[in-house]
Protein backbone atom coordinates (compact mmCIF):
# COMPACT_ATOMS: atom_id res chain seq x y z
CA UNK A 1 0.00 0.00 0.00
CA UNK A 2 1.67 3.10 -0.93
CA UNK A 3 1.45 5.96 1.89
CA UNK A 4 2.08 9.46 1.16
CA UNK A 5 2.95 11.68 4.07
CA UNK A 6 2.98 15.19 3.91
CA UNK A 7 4.67 18.12 6.24
CA UNK A 8 6.34 21.19 6.60
CA UNK A 9 3.10 23.34 7.70
CA UNK A 10 2.84 25.67 10.62
CA UNK A 11 1.53 28.94 11.81
CA UNK A 12 3.14 31.87 9.81
CA UNK A 13 2.23 35.47 9.47
CA UNK A 14 1.06 36.99 6.62
CA UNK A 15 3.78 37.57 3.90
CA UNK A 16 5.50 34.81 5.26
CA UNK A 17 6.60 31.60 3.16
CA UNK A 18 6.11 27.71 4.07
CA UNK A 19 7.51 24.75 1.91
CA UNK A 20 5.19 21.74 1.96
CA UNK A 21 6.72 18.28 1.29
CA UNK A 22 4.61 15.23 0.03
CA UNK A 23 6.90 11.89 0.74
CA UNK A 24 5.92 8.35 -0.75
CA UNK A 25 6.43 5.47 0.51
CA UNK A 26 7.75 4.19 -3.13
CA UNK A 27 9.15 5.91 -6.37
CA UNK A 28 5.47 6.50 -8.01
CA UNK A 29 6.07 10.37 -8.42
CA UNK A 30 7.92 9.59 -11.92
CA UNK A 31 4.16 8.64 -13.57
CA UNK A 32 1.12 10.09 -13.34
CA UNK A 33 0.12 13.73 -12.09
CA UNK A 34 0.45 14.80 -8.23
CA UNK A 35 -1.65 17.16 -6.92
CA UNK A 36 -2.00 19.54 -4.06
CA UNK A 37 -5.53 20.32 -2.39
CA UNK A 38 -6.45 21.99 0.36
CA UNK A 39 -9.82 22.57 2.81
CA UNK A 40 -10.50 25.30 4.82
CA UNK A 41 -13.27 24.93 7.45
CA UNK A 42 -16.48 25.03 6.10
CA UNK A 43 -15.39 24.62 2.52
CA UNK A 44 -14.63 22.24 0.38
CA UNK A 45 -11.61 20.60 -0.58
CA UNK A 46 -9.76 22.85 -3.54
CA UNK A 47 -7.43 21.50 -6.02
CA UNK A 48 -4.56 24.23 -5.54
CA UNK A 49 -2.01 22.53 -7.82
CA UNK A 50 -1.35 19.99 -10.57
CA UNK A 51 1.80 18.69 -11.88
CA UNK A 52 2.42 16.56 -13.94
CA UNK A 53 5.22 13.98 -14.41
CA UNK A 54 5.54 15.17 -17.75
CA UNK A 55 6.00 18.49 -16.75
CA UNK A 56 3.44 20.79 -16.34
CA UNK A 57 2.16 22.66 -14.05
CA UNK A 58 -0.97 24.11 -13.05
CA UNK A 59 -2.15 26.41 -10.34
CA UNK A 60 -5.63 27.70 -8.96
CA UNK A 61 -6.03 31.87 -9.79
CA UNK A 62 -6.03 32.72 -6.04
CA UNK A 63 -2.60 31.38 -5.81
CA UNK A 64 -0.62 32.11 -9.46
CA UNK A 65 2.75 34.00 -8.36
CA UNK A 66 3.10 33.14 -5.01
CA UNK A 67 3.07 29.00 -5.24
CA UNK A 68 5.93 26.93 -7.20
CA UNK A 69 5.12 23.04 -7.19
CA UNK A 70 8.51 21.21 -7.39
CA UNK A 71 9.40 17.34 -7.37
CA UNK A 72 12.67 15.24 -6.39
CA UNK A 73 12.17 11.88 -8.04
CA UNK A 74 15.13 10.52 -6.26
CA UNK A 75 13.37 11.37 -2.72
CA UNK A 76 10.46 10.42 -3.37
CA UNK A 77 9.42 14.04 -2.80
CA UNK A 78 6.99 16.74 -4.26
CA UNK A 79 6.82 20.11 -2.76
CA UNK A 80 4.54 22.70 -2.63
CA UNK A 81 6.77 26.60 -2.10
CA UNK A 82 4.24 28.96 -0.78
CA UNK A 83 5.28 32.71 -0.36
CA UNK A 84 3.35 35.49 0.06
CA UNK A 85 0.89 33.99 2.34
CA UNK A 86 -2.35 35.58 3.06
CA UNK A 87 -5.04 34.68 5.75
CA UNK A 88 -7.12 33.47 3.16
CA UNK A 89 -4.68 30.83 2.82
CA UNK A 90 -5.31 29.11 6.38
CA UNK A 91 -6.65 25.62 5.54
CA UNK A 92 -5.04 21.47 5.59
CA UNK A 93 -3.47 20.99 2.63
CA UNK A 94 -3.48 17.56 1.02
CA UNK A 95 -0.82 16.02 -1.53
CA UNK A 96 -2.40 13.51 -3.76
CA UNK A 97 -1.05 11.15 -6.60
CA UNK A 98 -3.70 9.54 -8.78
CA UNK A 99 -5.47 7.08 -5.84
CA UNK A 100 -3.27 7.91 -3.06
CA UNK A 101 -3.84 10.62 -0.46
CA UNK A 102 -1.95 12.35 2.59
CA UNK A 103 -3.13 12.72 5.74
CA UNK A 104 -3.01 16.50 5.46
CA UNK A 105 -0.90 18.97 7.07
CA UNK A 106 -2.09 22.40 8.98
CA UNK A 107 -1.39 25.87 7.82
CA UNK A 108 -2.30 28.65 9.39
CA UNK A 109 -1.87 32.26 8.40
CA UNK A 110 -2.37 34.35 11.01
CA UNK A 111 -0.52 37.26 13.05
Known amino acids: QVQLVESGGGLVQPGGSLRLSCTAS????????TEWYRQAPGKNRELVAI???????EYVDSVKGRFTISRDYAKKKVYLQMNRLKPEDTAVYYC?????WGQGTQVTVSG
Open 96 to 100: KHMAY
Open 26 to 33: EDIFRNGY
Open 51 to 57: FSSLGSV
